[in-house]
């Protein structure tokens, strides 16, 4: 070994010790100097809840329909809800009306599952058709849109007859599907007129396909739509449309 090399061998602990010192207390500075900033928020702390699974609903959510029973529903025409309650599910008995829940809600995130007849008959908007109303006013469509030719702004997942869906993202007939919706409910003056709109998100089977989408007013078939005032907190509606769809699965949490 010449002497070069004999001395770089021996000063190489040092190097590494030097080195290293540098590191963690350029570290420490770094750190201390986040903590410092204003930028970091350390409350208030979000509250830890369950998430559940595809299944269940999260622990902090309002169960609406766990399969077992329609105690949180009633027909919109007052009194008991008319529909068909069998294997954990509820379906629309044609002509029974439409249901809705006994409680109200406002802005919220609402998970709902529902499935159109395994049986195709008819077409268009008689296929498989129902519908969610948020505030009994509201309606995100439900209908077999699987290879099933309509107007698009009336297909499943559209806010009907004010904004097509981003994608067509449905399920074969008889196939279980999920709706996830992100609603803010509007806003009223004390005069009657709206002052802010309502505005929706949905995803469909784990697909976003109404963005942010500001509702126009209250559903309607073949007028324009416009904002009639109502409560903060009104029910959700399910629709019937005379197909004999499905639910299950239904849970809301307010936000
Ligand atoms: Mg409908």
Redesign the pocket.
């Known amino acids: 070994m010449n002497k070069k090399n004999f001395i770089l061998k021996r000063l190489k602990p040092a190097f590494l010790f030097i080195g290293t010192s540098i590191f963690l207390f350029s570290s420490t500075c770094i750190g201390q100097e986040n903590k410092s900033k204003s930028t970091a928020i350390w409350e208030p702390v979000p509250v830890v809840i369950n998430p559940g699974n595809a299944t269940t609903a999260p622990s902090d959510a309002i169960v609406l329909m766990n399969g077992t029973n329609m105690n949180e529903w009633e027909s919109t025409k007052g009194g008991k809800a008319k529909w068909k309650l069998e294997n954990g599910e509820m379906t629309v008995v044609k002509k029974s009306g439409s249901i809705r829940t006994k409680r109200s809600f406002g802005d919220c995130q609402l998970h709902v599952e529902w499935r159109s007849p395994a049986i195709v008959k008819d077409d268009s908007q008689d296929r498989g058709?129902?519908?969610i109303f948020l505030q009994e006013r509201y309606?995100v469509?439900?209908?077999d849109s699987y290879d099933n030719k309509t107007y698009v702004n009336g297909q499943a997942g559209s806010i009907?007859k004010q904004y097509i869906p981003l994608v067509n993202a449905c399920r074969r007939p008889g196939e279980w599907q999920a709706y996830d919706i992100i609603y803010k409910a509007p806003v009223f003056k004390d005069n009657g007129e709206m002052d802010k709109p309502a505005y929706i998100t949905v995803i469909q089977n784990g697909v976003l396909i109404q963005n942010h989408v500001e509702i126009l007013g209250n559903t309607a078939h073949s007028s324009a739509p416009s904002y009639k005032k109502h409560g903060t907190k009104e029910p959700i509606s399910l629709?019937d449309?005379g197909s004999p769809v499905s639910y299950r699965n239904i849970w809301i949490r307010e936000l």
Request: avoid cysteine; charged fraction near 10%; charge should be negative.
């Open positions: 058709n129902s519908g309606e469509q439900v209908l009907y629709q449309h």
